[in-house]
């Protein structure tokens, strides 16, 4: 099946820095990539919607500036968390659609990327 | 808005035992409802799927009915095996294309 691969799968850094996760549909052509945040023991919340070659639209209360969201082309969306804090560690997970199919049987996931900010 | 409940894990069982994760939702009209999997070191999969109320979806051995009256989507399974240690989300989508609402996840640890 088509698989999404995810990268990286941990990071630790610094508070300040900024940290990137690359999310590739390996053998399929997304339209759509969404980017999902889940704190510990709850819901995996989504953060934003991504369409190639345009702007991602952000969920309600998800700073644009400090998670920024580039679908530069039909196989790659990266999420770049620009001056990272401590309360942005989380588990980010990414998911891609592919072009056709039935929707959600053509929605395939990455496998997550555990943050933790110092 | 929309909202999902669902049972917190981990829930450790042993293997042949049966198993249910508890999924509730709260949703205007007639939404979707959805379990994936994710098993250790990989991305959400799809499990099964619902799209309307009585509907049952089924996959490897799981079950779910989608239940309005009670707006639930249990999963179920009658005899798990080690192989089914994973997390569990319940999901919903308010129109086909949509963007899911998720559950907590539920972690299951099935013991030989």
């Known amino acids: 099946g088509a698989v999404v691969s995810q990268h990286p799968s941990r990071v630790i850094c610094k508070s300040g820095t900024s940290v990137k996760i690359e999310c590739r549909s390996l053998d399929f052509q997304a339209t759509t990539m969404f980017w999902y945040r889940q704190f510990p023991k709850q819901s995996l919340m989504l953060m934003a919607t991504?369409?190639?070659?345009?702007?991602?639209?952000?969920e309600q209360g998800v700073e644009k500036d400090k998670f920024l969201i580039n679908h530069a082309s039909l196989t790659l969306s990266t999420l770049t968390v620009t001056s990272a804090h401590p309360e942005d560690s989380s588990f980010y997970i990414c998911?891609?659609?592919?072009?056709?199919?039935?929707?959600?049987?053509?929605?395939?996931f990455g496998s997550g990327t555990q943050l933790s900010v110092l | 808005g929309n909202s999902v409940t669902q049972m917190e894990g981990p829930v450790t069982l042993s293997e042949e035992a049966f198993l249910t994760i508890n999924c509730t939702y709260t949703?205007?009209?007639?939404?979707?409802l959805f379990w994936y999997v994710q098993y250790p070191g990989e991305g959400l999969q799809l499990l099964l799927k619902a799209t309307k109320a009585d509907d049952k979806g089924s996959n490897k051995g799981f079950e779910a009915t989608y239940r309005k009256e009670t707006t639930s989507f249990h999963l179920e399974k009658g005899s798990v095996q080690v192989s089914d240690s994973a997390v569990y989300f319940c999901?919903?989508?308010?129109?086909?294309?949509?963007?899911?609402?998720f559950g907590g996840g539920t972690r299951v640890l099935v013991k030989p």
């Open positions: 991504s369409n190639e070659g345009s702007k991602a639209t952000y």
């Open positions: 999901a919903l989508s308010q129109a086909a294309g949509n963007k899911l609402t």
């Open positions: 949703a205007t009209g007639y939404p979707s």
């Open positions: 998911s891609a659609r592919a072009r056709t199919g039935e929707d959600h049987e053509k929605l395939f």
